[in-house]
């Protein structure tokens, strides 16, 4: 099993994402919902239903090892963003300062037990609308070049 999981989350109009840390392994688990937009925070009902599936699954997958405590934290992203259609942009913005953060640390071998302590640090930054509009360019350019690539 890894030590982190990081589940992409759809909810009707918003996009954020969840680390699991320390799923189907012995110990407490943790569940950090990262979300880029205040008035989309749902982290009840997801922290709900991904609980539910991890219970789910460990029955069928690691019988042996004891229900978890859970720990379930929100962390907003900083700044915010500032229109309604930049959430995926940003979610993949910080789902890669995260993992990128998460190896170096792991390199270096100071690999902290749990994350929490560090996820403010990595979801604070200076990516902002300008930002976000800048990746969403790269990203249609690259999907429109694949695509008439194809053709």
């Known amino acids: 099993a890894y030590p982190f999981v990081v589940v992409p989350i759809y909810g009707s109009c918003h996009r954020s994402f969840v680390i699991i840390e320390?799923?189907?392994?012995?110990?407490?688990?943790s569940l950090y919902h990262v979300h880029s937009f205040r008035c989309c925070s749902n982290l009840g009902r997801i922290?709900?239903?991904i609980i539910w599936y991890l219970a789910h699954e460990q029955k069928f997958q690691a019988p042996n090892i004891p229900t978890p405590a859970w720990n379930c934290e929100g962390f907003y992203t900083t700044p915010l963003q500032s229109?309604?259609?930049?959430?995926?942009?940003?979610?993949?913005?910080?789902?890669?300062n995260i993992s990128r953060a998460v190896m170096k640390l792991r390199r270096a071998m100071r690999m902290p037990r749990y994350i929490s302590d560090k996820m403010v640090e990595w979801t604070c930054?200076?990516?902002n609308e300008?930002?976000?509009?800048?990746?969403?360019?790269?990203?249609?350019?690259?999907?429109?070049?694949?695509a008439n690539a194809k053709t």
Request: glycine fraction near 6%; aromatic fraction near 12%.
């Open 22 to 29: 320390n799923a189907l392994q012995p110990g407490p688990t």
């Open 47 to 49: 922290s709900d239903n």
């Open 83 to 96: 229109n309604t259609v930049d959430c995926g942009v940003y979610v993949l913005h910080f789902i890669d």
């Open 125 to 127: 930054g200076t990516f």
């Open 130 to 146: 300008n930002a976000s509009y800048c990746v969403r360019t790269v990203l249609y350019n690259r999907i429109i070049s694949d």
